[in-house]
């Protein structure tokens, strides 16, 4: 797939989720959030684009980046970083 002509800016985090059901565990998955595409502003806090391999396109919040969320360091997110940009993305970290 051609890239894109625009430059997306994208931060790569490693966020945890927390088991639902007692049989379950927890699990992390990397996210990658489109910093400059805020969706929304709910009580004055951010909600951003983002894209993760499983549940491909949605939105995170600031305070969900602060707190199940830490930066993930490229070996954690070069897969996902490969997969974006198959699907036409032009990517600037």
Known sequence: MELDKHKTKVE???ATYEAIEDDEQ???EVLAV??????AVVHGEKHFSCYSHLGQH???SQSFLAQKCKKARENEYKELFN???QIGYNLKL
């Open 26 to 28: 927890p699990f992390k």
């Open 83 to 85: 997969e974006l940009t």
């Open 12 to 14: 790569f985090y490693i």
């Open 34 to 39: 489109f910093v400059d595409e805020v969706e």
């Open 58 to 60: 949605s939105t995170c």
